[in-house]
């Protein structure tokens, strides 16, 4: 499989899951082959600030060139908001692609959920990705206020994608979850690669989706049936 990273350290949680839980369908220490390419973030950022979501989608297109030439056949990008571009790209796509939103939407939808919130760059939770998802299975979203939704975007730029993971931040997070919990929300979509990071799923007031390893797992289970299906 090949990963189209975007920030470390999603990217690196996703990775490492593949990793790490592949020892429980294929066997001790294995997992299937795994190739990994990003361009730098502030490559992505550019397009992205100026809204131009082609030309971010132009690069994870070239991710996805890189990463086929070294033999991947199945392909991620563990990174919530730019699947608003890999959405413009994916049918030209040289190998499939696991959508992440789609893999969150499947799994909200097995556990029985209704009404999810939506947390993740202000980019995603004003942006289409997860809506239309979840709307695609009958399940409603939330997204925090408008205060809210600027400080998480400030929190998930200047210190997560920095590796920086602090008690004020946890609690604000677990705050603003208690906000979706009392607006109805049956469950909240971890939806920025390095939230799961700062909050677990045992930390969260609601039940949680870890929107990066649920990718990873989806990727992994489908890399091992496409390894047997060759067999």
Known sequence: ???????????????????????????????????????????????IVAGRWDEAGRLLLA????????????????????????DL??????????????????SASARGFRRLGILGTQYLMEGPVYPLRLAARGIAHEIPAPEDRERVNRVIFDELAY????????RYFQHVIEGLGARGCDAVVLGCTEIPLLIAEGDSPLPAIDST????????REAVRIQMEAL
């Open 89 to 106: 790209v994916r049918g030209r796509s040289p190998a499939p692609w696991l959508h992440i939103a789609e893999e969150v939407a499947a």
């Open 63 to 86: 991710s996805a060139d890189i990463l086929v030439r070294a033999g991947a056949e199945l392909l991620v990008c563990p990174d919530n908001t730019l699947h608003q571009a890999l």
């Open 213 to 220: 390893r649920t990718l990873a797992r989806a990727a992994l």
């Open 163 to 170: 590796g920086r993971f602090e008690d004020t931040s946890r």
């Open 1 to 47: 499989m090949g990963i189209a990273a975007v920030s470390a350290e999603g990217a690196a949680l996703c990775y490492r899951t593949i990793c790490v839980e592949g020892a429980a369908l294929v066997g001790p220490h294995d997992h299937p082959q795994v190739t990994m390419h990003t361009y730098s973030l502030a490559e992505y950022m550019r397009p």
